[in-house]
Nanobody, 121 residues
Framework: QVRLVESGGGLVQPGGSLRLSCAAS????????MGWFRQAPGKEREFVAA????????WYADSVKGRFTISRDNAKNTVYLQMNSLKPEDTAVYSC??????????????WGQGTQVTVSA
């Protein structure tokens, strides 16, 4: 059983930056592909970004491409989401997810509880 705990959310002004972290425990982290998703109030959960087991391959939703960067540190059992040039429409609860298969924009085996990101002046 893999446990995922997100951190780094908060309130930021439009144009600002945040870095989210997701710490994993309970499994061999390097054997899991990782993803970030978000869900805004009243909306469906949407895919944000994904990274392969070793970190060499990444994928992004069109809405965040060029602004967000996903990365992982397998020595620290942590995946990150660097978010730059934030917009009010990025406001959502951001959750990380893990799967032993390579998953991009699809259901994952394990999910964290999420961290709130609010972009507002």
């Amino acid at each position: 059983q893999v446990r995922l705990v997100e951190s780094g959310g908060g309130l930021v002004q439009p144009g600002g930056s945040l870095r989210l972290s997701c710490a994993a425990s309970g499994g061999t982290f390097s054997r899991y592909s990782m993803g970030w998703f978000r869900q805004a109030p009243g909306k469906e959960r949407e895919f944000v970004a994904a990274v392969s087991w070793g970190g060499a391959n990444t994928w992004y939703a069109d809405s965040v491409k060029g602004r967000f960067t996903i990365s992982r540190d397998n020595a620290k059992n942590t995946v990150y989401l660097q978010m730059n040039s934030l917009k009010p429409e990025d406001t959502a609860v951001y959750s990380c997810a893990a799967d032993r298969r390579l998953r991009v924009g699809a259901d994952y085996e394990y999910w964290g509880q999420g961290t709130q990101v609010t972009v507002s002046a």
